[in-house]
C-alpha cells in the first residue's frame, strides 16, 4: 500500500478533528508497549510562533556536532514523511506505511484521532532507531498535545506566545500560555522566549506549582545582533556567532531559544558546531526566497519571489518588520488562508507595504477561505485585491500591470499554501 492510500483510509476513519487529550494516545501507547519510555533525550517544543524554526536550529547544530537526531514536526509541506525524521533520514514510504498499519491494527477500531495515530508511529519508530536526541514539536497547545507524554524531556521550550487556535486554547494570551505551560516537567529545565507580561506571569505559576526550573529570556539568557552575527549570553556561555541562516529579526530569538536548550543539555558542545548549525540551517517556507523555477520564472527580470507560511498576526508582524527593511520595489501579495484563521487581521499589518493582491483557493484544501472572500478581506483593509483562479494565474496577473519592471511578490497566509507553491515550483 502506498503512504497517500494508507493516509487517505486513516483520515476516512478518523476525521480531521481535533480533540485534545491525553487518554487515547496513552492507551495505545500502552499497548504498543510504551515506545514514549525508550527515546534518546527529547528537546520538547511549544509556543505560537517559532516552533519550526527552533527546531530546525536545534536539529542543525545537534547534527553539526555529530550527532545522530531524530525529528517531529508538523505540518508538511510537500510529503507527508517530512513529519518523521530518523536519524537524520526522512523517514522511508515503506517504513512509514508498515508503522501506520501496525499502529492502526493495535488501535483496534477504538477512538482514535489522526494525530495520535501519526504520533504513536513516530514514537515507535523513535524507539526502534538508535540516535542521539529527538526534537518533538507540539501539534497545538501543550498541556493536552499527543506528544505531551514525554516524562522528563531533556529540555522543554516554549517559544513566543500569542493569539492563535482561540477555539481549542483560550481567547486571551495568558489563557494560551497556560495551555503552552503544561509541556513543563519536574526538575526539566523550560527554556522560555521572549513572552509578554502576561504569559509569562501564567508560566512563572505552573512551573513553581510542577516544580520545573526555568531559563528566561532577558533574565537567564539573552541574544541580540551585532554587526557580523549574533551575540549570545547565558549562564555558562558567551558566544560571538554568525547570523541566523534564517531571515528576520525574530529569527534571532528563535536561535537564541535553542542555544538556551542546548547550553543546558550539555555546556561542553563545541560552539563551532553551534555555529555550522545556526548558519547553516535550513526551513522552508519561512521567508524563504524562490529563485528558480516556473513561478519565479513567471515574473519580470530582476524580481523577487519570496514565500512565507506564517497565518497569524504575529507572523505578519515579523514579515512586516523584515520587509520595512529591504531596498524599496514595488511589493505584492498572493494570499491564501484557512477558513478558521483571521485573513483581515493578519493582511492589515501588511496593508502599508502592499501595491496589490491576488487572491487564491488552497487547491486540494476544503477548509480554505475562497478567492473571493479572501480578495474582499484584503480591499477591507486598503489592499488594492482581485481573485485569481490559481497561482499561475495570480503571478500573471501581477507580471501584467508591473509593465515589465521588477517586482517583489509575498505568496503568504498558510503553510498549506506553501507546500503547494513548493511543489509547483519543483
Excluded at 536526541?133 to 516554549?158: H, K
Excluded at 521572549?194 to 509569562?200: E, G, N, S, V
Aim: glycine share 10%; proline share 8%; net charge negative.
Amino acid at each position: 500500500m502506498s503512504v497517500d492510500a494508507i493516509l487517505a483510509r486513516l483520515l476516512a476513519l478518523h476525521p480531521r478533528v481535533i480533540d485534545l487529550s491525553l487518554g487515547r494516545i496513552r492507551r495505545l501507547l500502552d499497548q504498543l508497549g510504551r515506545p514514549h519510555e525508550a527515546l534518546p533525550p527529547v528537546f520538547h517544543v511549544t509556543g505560537t510562533n517559532g516552533k519550526g524554526s527552533t527546531c530546525a536550529y536545534l536539529r542543525a547544530a545537534l547534527e553539526a556536532s555529530g550527532r545522530r537526531v531524530h525529528v517531529f514536526t508538523s505540518p508538511h509541506l510537500v510529503r507527508f514523511n517530512e513529519r518523521i525524521r530518523l536519524a537524520g533520514a526522512l523517514i522511508s514510504d515503506d517504513a512509514l506505511v508498515a508503522l501506520l498499519e501496525e499502529v492502526e491494527g493495535v488501535n483496534a477500531g477504538e477512538p482514535i484521532t489522526f494525530f495520535e495515530i501519526v504520533g504513536a508511529a513516530a514514537f515507535l519508530a523513535f524507539a526502534r532507531t538508535p540516535a542521539d536526541a529527538l526534537v518533538l514539536e507540539v501539534g497545538m497547545g501543550g498541556r493536552l498535545d499527543a506528544t505531551n507524554v514525554v516524562a522528563r524531556p531533556a529540555a522543554s521550550i516554549i517559544t513566543p506566545v500569542s493569539l492563535d487556535h482561540m477555539a481549542f486554547l483560550g481567547d486571551t494570551v495568558p489563557a494560551i500560555a497556560r495551555e503552552k505551560a503544561g509541556i513543563l516537567k519536574p526538575g526539566c529545565p523550560g527554556i522560555i522566549g521572549p513572552q509578554t507580561t502576561d504569559a509569562l506571569a501564567v508560566i512563572e505559576r505552573h512551573a513553581a506549582a510542577v516544580g520545573a526550573p526555568l531559563l528566561c529570556f532577558g533574565r537567564d539568557w539573552t541574544v541580540a545582533p551585532t554587526a557580523d552575527g549574533l551575540r549570545y549570553e547565558g549562564p555558562r556561555w558567551r558566544l560571538d556567532l554568525p547570523p541566523p541562516g534564517l531571515l528576520g529579526r525574530h529569527q534571532y530569538d528563535n536561535a537564541g531559544g535553542a542555544i538556551a536548550a542546548l547550553e543546558a543539555f550539555d555546556p561542553g558542545l563545541d560552539p563551532a558546531a553551534l555555529a555550522a548549525g545556526i548558519a547553516g540551517v535550513e526551513w522552508p517556507a519561512r521567508l524563504q526566497r524562490l529563485r528558480q523555477g516556473p513561478l519565479a520564472a513567471a515574473l519580470p527580470a530582476g524580481s523577487e519571489l519570496w514565500l512565507d507560511g506564517g497565518h497569524n498576526v504575529a507572523c505578519a508582524e515579523a514579515v512586516a518588520a523584515e520587509l520595512a527593511r529591504w531596498p524599496a520595489m514595488p511589493t505584492h501579495l498572493v494570499f491564501a488562508m484557512l477558513d478558521n484563521r483571521d485573513p483581515k487581521a493578519f493582511l492589515a499589518v501588511l496593508a502599508p507595504l502592499a501595491a496589490s493582491l491576488e487572491a487564491v483557493t488552497i487547491p486540494g484544501e476544503h477548509k480554505s477561505w475562497s478567492a473571493a472572500d479572501a480578495a474582499a478581506a484584503a480591499q477591507a483593509v486598503g489592499i488594492p485585491a482581485v481573485a485569481a483562479p490559481d497561482l499561475a494565474s495570480a503571478l500573471a496577473g501581477i507580471a501584467a500591470r508591473s509593465g515589465g519592471k521588477p517586482v517583489r511578490v509575498l505568496i503568504c497566509g498558510s503553510l498549506y499554501l506553501a507546500g503547494v507553491v513548493l511543489a509547483a515550483n519543483g
